[in-house]
Every structure is written in structure tokens, then in C-alpha cells.
């Protein structure tokens, strides 16, 4: 039955077009349900911090799905155990605190390199309180998405979580005009059925929170 669920949700998407799509952050889990409409907001439309998920303190990854074909992304980082503002976000002057510097890419899907432990925040290490803010912009503006997260040196993304699409990310000491990366396809592509089972939703579910 699985097979045939899985055959008949890839017709379906194929054939229905997809008018607009934000963006899913498949992993890790956000800071509350994603709301495709709060998007736009502070972390999506959640102020209070979520219940924190563990996250490699290094080597991790941050992987999407969006129908926006061409994207800028970038990834936050505040050290304040409640962030709640944009403010909470941002270095002494100012300016976006970043984990990932913003970056232009395409295509459906991305993954994205987060090595926290390579930022040299002060005070992160292992079993530190981080929580990350996800920025695309595309067509229709800026979008936000929050991960509330606690560092670990001996956690591993399971295995059955792939970071496919890997993007190329700028070296952050260079020129600070993003420029169109090439993208390294790596691994299977992503299986309906398995993001559904990792979110948590029904196949119906995730078919429909991804035509919205
Ligand atoms: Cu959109």
C-alpha cells in the first residue's frame, strides 16, 4: 500500500501546478508548526522559544524544499536563550548575526552546511542554547523560519535525513556580493513519503502544506 500511496502522490504533484510556495524546512524541526501566511514574520510567527531539539555542534545541515526556482538564503544565529526579536539577532553594531552568510542558489530543494562550532561565537560549545532564523528571499519578499536548538558534539543527523541538493556556500571572507553558486547533487532525491513520516504529517498532509 505504501508503494502504491507513494506512486499515487508523485502523479499528483506533477500534475497539479504549484501557484506559490513559500518554504519548508524539513530539518530540523522549527520552532513551532509552519504557517505558510506568518512567513513573512519573525520566525514565522512564533515570538516565545520552542522546545529546543539537539543539533550537531558541528557538521550540521539545515535542508529545504520551496517552489521558488531562484533564492537568496541565509541563516541567523542569537545566543540569547529567549530571542524574541529581530534584535536578538544581530551583532553589537547592528547587523545580522550569521551562521550561514546569504547566498544565491536554485531549485526545489536545498541543503544547507551549518557549522556552528567554526563560527567562534564566544561562549558556544557543546551542550550550548542556540537558536537559528532561516532567511529566504525570493519572489515574494523575505521569509523567516525559527529552529530552537542545543549543541551537541556527539550528535548525528539520522542517517535517514539526507542533505540533498547541497548549495555551495560562499567563503564569508570574501567578497561580500553574493554570486549565483553552482549546486553538487548528492544522494537519492527526497522520497514523499519519507519528509511526510520525519514531519510527522500524513502524506495528505504534506501534499497540501506544500501547495499552499
Ligand atoms: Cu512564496
Redesign the pocket.
Known amino acids: 500500500m505504501r508503494f502504491s500511496t507513494t506512486q499515487f502522490l508523485t502523479g499528483f504533484l506533477t500534475t497539479i501546478p504549484v501557484v ?4 519548508k524546512i524539513v530539518y530540523p524541526v522549527l520552532r513551532g508548526p509552519n504557517v ?1 501566511q506568518n ?1 513573512v514574520l519573525f520566525c514565522g510567527g512564533y515570538n516565545e522559544t520552542g522546545t529546543r531539539v539537539p543539533f550537531p555542534l558541528n557538521n550540521g545541515f539545515v535542508l529545504f524544499t ?3 526556482p531562484h533564492w537568496t538564503v541565509g541563516i541567523q544565529i542569537s545566543t540569547d536563550p529567549d530571542p524574541n526579536s529581530f534584535a536578538a539577532f544581530h551583532t553589537a553594531n547592528g547587523s545580522d548575526q550569521l551562521a550561514v552568510p546569504y547566498y544565491q542558489s536554485q531549485g526545489t530543494q536545498g541543503c544547507v552546511p551549518v557549522n556552528i562550532g567554526a563560527l567562534g561565537l564566544p561562549g558556544v560549545s557543546d551542550g550550548s542554547n542556540v537558536t537559528l532564523q532561516f532567511v529566504q528571499n ?4 523575505d ?1 523567516y523560519q525559527c529552529m530552537d536548538l542545543t549543541l551537541s558534539s556527539n550528535f548525528t543527523i539520522p542517517s535517514n535525513i539526507q542533505c540533498v541538493n547541497i548549495t555551495t556556500i560562499p567563503n564569508s571572507t570574501s567578497s561580500s556580493t553574493p554570486s549565483p553558486t553552482s549546486t553538487i547533487k548528492s544522494g537519492g532525491a527526497l522520497d514523499s513519503m519519507q519528509i511526510s513520516s520525519l514531519l510527522g504529517l500524513s502524506a495528505f498532509g504534506f501534499l497540501f502544506s506544500n501547495l499552499l
Open positions: 506559490d510556495a513559500h518554504v505558510f512567513q520551496t517552489a521558488h525570493a519572489s515574494d519578499g521569509l
